[in-house]
């Protein structure tokens, strides 16, 4: 978890990111430029040109990421820097704030925290709950970092509606992001869900790859956010049976 106590992190937070492939790794970072397999800003690309062992590289990636993580806390999809490519910069932010405003999800069920996902970190509705943390995924033998945002929200009758963002990806694609709603029904809950993960390979067996991996990195999460969603609708359930108790 990065600040779990709401705040604003620190490096202590991570701590625990270690790259993998040691030589390649540091042999990647050392050669980062605009248009590389890195997704790094103009200003954060000169971090690694001195790193000479995996240690520093480290060191320099955990200093990068708590900028971001900090960057976004404050202002939201705004804060997202740019990466830099070798013609014109790709902005996460643009390309999560596009997703969002394509979904069809949020608007329906929840118009609130549809606009909170355009708006974060203004204007949180009641009831929306927050968390972050950092995955290390091993791809193509090289670790690939992801800052993650997880939100949630009840809604009224007993459904819940949720976000998993990946607002910074460090290599291999660019950000994902994955929409879900759960809504009761008569033999159980009905879930919708969606998700999008964006390369700069958007055509041809290389892109389809690229977005399988995003699939599957977030196939992963799907369960935990399934299970949030089901206490939430468990807990409104019992809540109302109580009700109906205390009412006959």
């Known amino acids: 978890m990065i600040a779990v106590d709401g705040g604003l992190g620190s490096l202590d937070d991570f701590s625990g990111i270690k790259l993998s492939n040691e030589k390649a790794t540091v042999k990647l970072y050392q050669s980062a430029a605009p248009g590389s397999s890195l997704n790094l800003s103009k200003d954060e690309i000169p971090s690694f040109r001195n790193c000479k062992t995996q240690h520093e590289v480290e060191d320099a990636l955990r200093r990068i990421l708590l ?14 820097k740019p990466y830099a490519r070798s013609k014109a910069e790709f902005s996460p932010g643009d390309e999560l ?3 969002v405003v394509a979904d069809r999800i949020l608007p329906e069920r929840s118009p609130a925290f549809h606009r909170y996902a355009m708006e974060y970190p ?3 509705p009641e009831g929306a709950i927050e968390s972050f943390f950092w ?40 950000c994902l992001q994955g929409i879900g709603c759960a809504m009761e029904a008569d033999d159980g809950a ?7 993960t964006s390369t700069d390979q958007v055509g041809g ?16 999460r799907m369960a935990e956010n399934f299970e949030r969603a089901r206490e ?9 049976d109580i009700e109906e108790l205390e009412g006959g």
């Open 97 to 99: 704030r596009s997703q």
């Open 135 to 174: 995955v290390n995924s091993v791809i193509d033998g090289l670790s690939t970092i992801a800052l993650v945002q997880r939100m949630g929200m009840p809604l009224g009758g007993g459904g819940y509606v949720y976000i998993e963002r990946h607002f910074y990806v460090s290599r291999s694609h660019n």
């Open 205 to 220: 067996f290389g892109g389809a790859a690229k977005r399988a991996v995003g699939n599957k990195i977030m196939g992963g």
């Open 232 to 240: 939430v609708m468990a807990a409104a359930a019992a809540a109302r």
């Open 67 to 80: 900028d971001r993580f900090r960057a976004y806390k404050r202002r939201g999809l705004d804060g997202i």
């Open 190 to 196: 009905v879930v919708l869900y969606c998700t999008r």
């Open 122 to 124: 203004n204007n949180p």
